[in-house]
């Protein structure tokens, strides 16, 4: 009998610690589509499927997240036919509120392209940390800077977004518009974004704009269709990019979160 009741205690034990870890986990996962794949102002496919999953658990008074990102050519044309198609992303990182307002994050990113040709003299793996700082006021703005052990790359971004609530005034709720802006600098030993060599020292200057319409289905599944534009002034002067400094593509997203 005091065998049963031991094991009804520690049963009970495992449930309720395992009801506390998902409390505090949380799963988030998106299926977008972009006519284009535009990475820092510089296109580096046609239409992609870019479907991705994160998942982050409260820690020390923060948030450490991990996640996978993908980019899949839908047409097969990408980086100027050099063999740069498809791509994964594997992140990871730790989000702190310093304050109520204020929030720093650092982290690591892997970009894995796994069906680089050999030769092309483009990368199979690069290997990124970043450490940034939002703060959650008007314009949300938030600055980030990110450095490539593998491009020699340091890339600096300051970003700004704002969401509108729309459905006070069209009677639909759930329904936003969002938009956001960002400008950067990527400085390099590497030619033309880092993509291509020899080594030489390049930087340049990058922006873009962001609209969405966002309709929330529920407190757990969204979607959104919108418009974005970018510009750089790296003159494409190596090839690398397929398109021109300047772009204007489309994408639709369907994402979810728990």
């Not at 650092?106 to 703060?135: D, H, K, M, N, V």
């Not at 340091?154 to 709720?173: K, N, P, Q, T």
């Amino acid at each position: 009998m005091k065998k049963a009741i031991a094991t009804i205690a520690i049963a009970g034990a495992a449930t309720a610690a395992s009801a506390d870890f998902l409390s505090d986990l949380s799963i988030a996962g998106t299926f977008d589509y972009e006519s284009q794949y535009v990475f820092r102002s510089a296109k580096l496919a046609y239409e992609s499927f870019q479907p991705s999953v994160d998942f982050g658990y409260s820690v020390l008074g923060g948030d450490a997240y991990f996640g996978i990102w993908t980019n899949q050519p839908i047409t097969g044309l990408s980086h100027a036919g050099n063999g740069f198609a498809n791509e994964i992303d594997f992140y990871l990182g730790y989000a702190y509120p310093v304050t109520d307002i204020f929030t720093v994050d650092a982290g690591f990113t892997y970009y894995w392209y796994p069906e680089t040709i050999a030769g092309s003299g483009l990368p199979g793996q690069t290997r990124e940390i970043f450490l940034g700082g939002s703060a959650d006021v008007l314009l949300s703005p938030a600055l980030y800077v990110y450095y490539d052990f593998d491009l020699e790359q340091v890339v600096v971004e300051l970003s700004i977004g704002y969401s509108l609530d729309l459905g006070e005034y069209v009677g639909a709720e759930g329904l936003s518009f969002d938009t956001g802006a960002y400008l950067g600098f990527v400085d390099t030993e590497d030619g033309s974004a880092g993509l291509t060599t020899p080594k030489v020292k390049n930087g340049y200057t990058y922006g873009g704009i962001t609209a969405d319409l966002v309709y929330a289905l529920n407190e757990n599944v969204s979607s959104s269709i919108g418009v974005r534009w970018s510009v750089n002034n790296d003159g494409d002067s190596a090839g690398v990019n397929i398109g021109s400094e300047s772009q204007v593509w489309f994408g639709a997203t369907l994402g979810f979160a728990y």
